[in-house]
């Protein structure tokens, strides 16, 4: 395993960086042209296609449309029956992460002019949402309890789940994490006719508001084809960590960091900045020693060596600099000062500040949101939060004294615009003409 | 004009109003591919093709790129040179606009847990916005208020605007609403070109972080083609009105409503909700009387004919629940008591209260934005606001107690998961191994 060195001091440095950090995530034609017939079909067809694509695609036999809803208790039995230490951890989990969004809940809030209008903004929960679920080998409850609790926090009625279930074959972790997360109903479906249920409604399963979690390029072009008829979450890249390192952590922790990001996917991205040259090199030979101690090596090893780098940087103001051009959707300050970076960063998904944050404990139970935006989209999106399951009303109540000050400033301005309707409906209101 | 009647007691309602409510924007496959390959050619070659495109779509032949932009005393003199009533029209919308939207900034937060563990999420605005502002007939100065003062307000350090100007017509009124919203430059370019230089950046046009403002078919897929590689605002499907009346409002006050809705554009949509027909009769009577006397009423009358309707509902508390269905952009309470109404509500992305709020007050100058959600997407979307234009980042700073708390659960649920790398980056924190 040899990494990739980079030197921000070297010519064609910032070209280099540049390629290395770009994702282009093409549309792939054949993808969306699938997609677009399996939306359309069921759309019109309803559970019969759902239940033919399910037979198809997951090799699921299943006589009527109502049997895709697992039982209710088929949720509380997968956590019962869950080890001991297992529940706990899942349990313990789920009350930090539940506990963290609960500020994130926005209030509605409203003021009152000297002439009687009042104004503001009212806030409400969306009525239903539904949750995908991946099913086969990567199996992800931390998923389903990062998707699901911020929606129960605010205060969605409706959290429906769909769930893949190939050959039958369900996986309980997936549904004892449901159980925690306020889950009210789930159906064995996946794949782009999961999303097509959800999002236009079949006769067993409901139309939602909006659709969220993780899947595969089915599932993204789906949700990107039905964004408008239903809100989506982001649809996500792959994932990635910058370190920035002033040589003051142990070596192997950053490589273990390292690591843990590289082990989700060969196309995910692990970046080290340190000004500290031999630090590079202690990371460097920490990775070689650990990696062939990893079940997932080879994954791991692809993904540093395509998209991974030792970055030596002038200094860590420099490092945060870069930081932000590249907007990581994690950010890892292993610095013994932290907070003389946290003022020079301004686009991360996560920021873990200081040698002990490491990203691990953000993706399972710290208590954060682990969906977070990819590929330099921080620049402009949040982490996944109970906001994206609110929505704001504008409220007006005009006075009658307010129609008139109002509505002075309105007819002058619809007339500028040439609508004269408008004007009129503002004027009508404080003369005595229509 | 005869209005179309619908009674909420016949059999067949429901199945009318699905139909009368809906509007399937498909994509046209022709303005997707046309966009598409101006999107490339322009990320391609960049400010060339910028000229050749303003040169082909809008006649205009400029000599150098830079010429696009316009020098900023071209604004300040727009602001200057207007009459004095509409300049101070403007002013005081924008102030009051400015006022609403201050109440609407996110801040960040922090909290310390006993084990000295710190959680949190910062907020921060947005780098660089760009405007889009349609050029040619559709003259709205409101507009620019609407789209760049949040933004201002929110601390976006550079907010840029594209304005298409064929054969070199400037609208003065545009540019002197930018003057006071805090734009900072502007480029005379339009189209799906604008939008490309905006996304991916020219020697000329800097590119942004998130693209706002609305546009035609073309610009409206230029930016879902973009999404993703910056932000975007909703795309917006025609204006909607509805209106819950309970017959206490001047009839002709909300045929005048009914007006400023349909006079937008032919496929913009009005409706009245009211449980009186005598009622609906002297609104249809209004409707006829005052038809005439208004300067676009051949759109008005096609918008109505197509798209509006006269409901008779049982009582109140079924139009609010109509209207909840419907999630309208905007939202009238023609009524006495719009609080008995407000609790029953849940969707809409503006309400006006009482028959003084005129939808055309919020459309200017009462303060709330009049960029809202359309066509049912006030189920899960909200009205612009500044919040479009900051973003959180988690942070998450761990002690050296907390990595151990977090630790044992993290490392239990990383290997449930079957990812290593996770479990023993949490594990090496808490324990004397790696």
Not at 201 to 221: E, L
Not at 382 to 406: C, I, M, N, T
């Amino acid at each position: 395993m040899k990494m990739r060195r980079l030197d921000s001091t070297t010519v064609g440095f910032d070209a280099e960086l540049v390629r290395l950090t770009s994702f282009d995530s093409a549309l792939d034609e054949q993808v969306e042209t699938v997609v677009r017939s399996i939306l359309q079909d069921v759309r019109k067809r309803g559970d019969e296609a759902l239940l033919e694509y399910t037979q198809r695609f997951d090799r699921l036999v299943v006589a009527q449309a109502e049997l895709l809803e697992l039982p209710g208790d088929v949720l509380t039995r997968a956590l019962e029956e869950l080890p001991q230490s297992q529940r706990r951890a899942l349990e313990k989990a789920a009350e930090r992460i539940r506990a963290f969004h609960e500020h994130q809940r926005m209030e509605s809030w409203s003021v009152r002019e000297a002439d009687g209008t009042e104004l503001g903004q009212r806030v409400t929960p969306l009525d239903r949402v539904g949750l995908y679920v991946p099913g086969g080998k990567a199996v992800y409850p931390s998923s389903v309890l990062m998707n699901a609790i911020p929606a129960a926090v605010a205060g969605v009625q409706d959290i429906l789940m769909v769930v893949p279930t190939p050959e039958g074959v369900r996986n309980e972790l997936v549904l004892a994490a449901a159980a925690l997360s306020g889950v009210r109903r789930v159906f064995t479906v996946g794949g782009a006719q999961a999303i097509a249920a959800l999002a236009y409604g079949t006769a067993t399963i409901p139309a939602v508001d909006k659709i969220v979690g993780p899947g595969n390029a089915y599932v993204a072009a789906a949700k990107r084809q039905v964004f408008g008829v239903v809100g989506i979450d982001m649809v996500a890249g792959p994932s990635e960590i910058l370190i920035i390192a002033d040589g003051s952590t142990d070596p192997r922790w950053v490589a273990m960091d390292l690591f843990s990001q590289a082990e989700h996917d060969e196309l995910a991205q692990a970046l080290l900045l340190c000004p500290d040259p031999n630090y590079l090199e202690q990371v460097e030979q920490a990775i070689v020693a650990l990696l062939p101690t990893l079940p997932r090596q080879a994954v791991i090893e692809k993904s540093l060596a395509d998209r991974g780098a030792l970055i030596r940087v002038r200094d860590l103001a420099e490092a945060c600099h870069l930081s932000n051009r590249i907007a990581p959707e994690h950010l890892e300050l292993s610095v013994a000062q932290p907070e003389d970076c946290l003022p020079l960063l301004r686009h991360a998904g996560a920021i873990f500040a200081g040698r002990y944050s490491s990203e691990s404990l953000g993706d399972y139970c710290a208590g954060p949101n682990h969906v977070l935006p990819t590929g330099r989209t921080a620049r402009f999106a949040s982490p996944l939060g109970v906001y994206d399951f609110q929505k704001r009303s504008s409220v007006l109540k005009v006075s009658r004294e307010g129609a008139r000050h109002l509505g002075e400033i309105a007819e002058v301005l619809a007339l500028q615009e040439g609508l004269h309707a408008h004007a009129r409906s503002a004027a009508c209101r404080f003369r005595n003409e229509v």
